[in-house]
C-alpha cells in the first residue's frame, strides 16, 4: 500500500521565519509528487515534481524532489499570516486515473 | 466559472438516512474523483472514474456508490448514514493528457450525521 508521511505535523513559527515542511512516500510506480495547500475549503494547488533535483519555485515558495531519498522538501521564506494553512504532500503512483495518496499533512500557523 | 462544483455544501442528517452529493466539473477532464477527509484532515481516495468506468474502489463499505450520468459529473450516494460518515467529501478531477497527477477539487461538502 502506498504511503506518504509528513513532517512536522504541526509548526508555529512567527512572521518573517523560514520554514521547511517534509515529506517522505513509499510508492510503487512512482509517478509525480504534488504539494497542496488547504486553508478553510480546498486543497489548492501548489507544485507537482517529477523529477529529481529540480526545483519548482513560485514566489516565496519553492519545492525540490530527491528521487533517491523518496523524499521532498517544501520551503517558504519571509512568511506571512496568510501563509498559515495546512500543507498536504500526495503521490501520484499512476497515470491520471489514479486517485493520490495523501499524507497527513503539516499545520503551519505563522504568528505575527 | 467554477471549474468544480459541488452540492450541497452542509448536509446534516439523521442516522440510517440515504443521502447524495453531486459535483461537477466544467474543465473537460475525463476522470473525476471522491475523497474523504476526517475529522483530523486526512484526506483518503474513495473512488476514481475515467469514462464512466470505475478506476478505483478503495476499502469502502458498499452503502457509498459513486454514479455518472456522464464525463461532467459523478455523484455520490450514501445510504444507511451511520455516525462514522460525518466528514467532508471532496470531489476532484484530472485528465490524463494534462500534467501527471494534478487534480483540481472542489469546495467540498461537510456532512454530519446526527
Known amino acids: 500500500e502506498d504511503k506518504v508521511v509528513q513532517s512536522p505535523l504541526s509548526l508555529v513559527v512567527h512572521e518573517g521565519d523560514t520554514v521547511t515542511l517534509n515529506c517522505s512516500y513509499e510508492v510503487t510506480n512512482f509517478r509525480s509528487l504534488l504539494w497542496y495547500k488547504q486553508e478553510k475549503k480546498a486543497p489548492t494547488f501548489l507544485f507537482m515534481l517529477t523529477s529529481s533535483g529540480i526545483e519548482k519555485k513560485s514566489g516565496r515558495l519553492s519545492s525540490i524532489l530527491d528521487k533517491k531519498e523518496l523524499s521532498s522538501i517544501l520551503n517558504i521564506t519571509a512568511t506571512q499570516t496568510g501563509d498559515s494553512a495546512i500543507y498536504l504532500c500526495a503521490s501520484n503512483s499512476g497515470g491520471g486515473a489514479d486517485g493520490l495518496t495523501f499524507g497527513k499533512g503539516t499545520h503551519l500557523i505563522i504568528q505575527p | 466559472d467554477t471549474a468544480v462544483s459541488q452540492t450541497p455544501k452542509y448536509l446534516v442528517t439523521q442516522m440510517g438516512n440515504d443521502k447524495s452529493i453531486k459535483c461537477e466539473q466544467n474543465l473537460g477532464h475525463d476522470t473525476m474523483y471522491w475523497y474523504k477527509q476526517d475529522s483530523k484532515k486526512f484526506l483518503k481516495i474513495m473512488f476514481s472514474y475515467n469514462n464512466k468506468e470505475l478506476i478505483i474502489n478503495e476499502t469502502v463499505p458498499n452503502r457509498f456508490s459513486p454514479k455518472s450520468p456522464d464525463k461532467a459529473h459523478l455523484n455520490l450516494h450514501i445510504n444507511s448514514l451511520e455516525l462514522g460518515d460525518s466528514a467532508v467529501y471532496f470531489c476532484?478531477?484530472?485528465?490524463?493528457?494534462?500534467?501527471?497527477?494534478?487534480?483540481?477539487f472542489g469546495p467540498g461538502t461537510r456532512l454530519t450525521v446526527l
Open positions: 476532484a478531477s484530472s485528465t490524463r493528457t494534462g500534467p501527471l497527477g494534478e487534480q483540481f
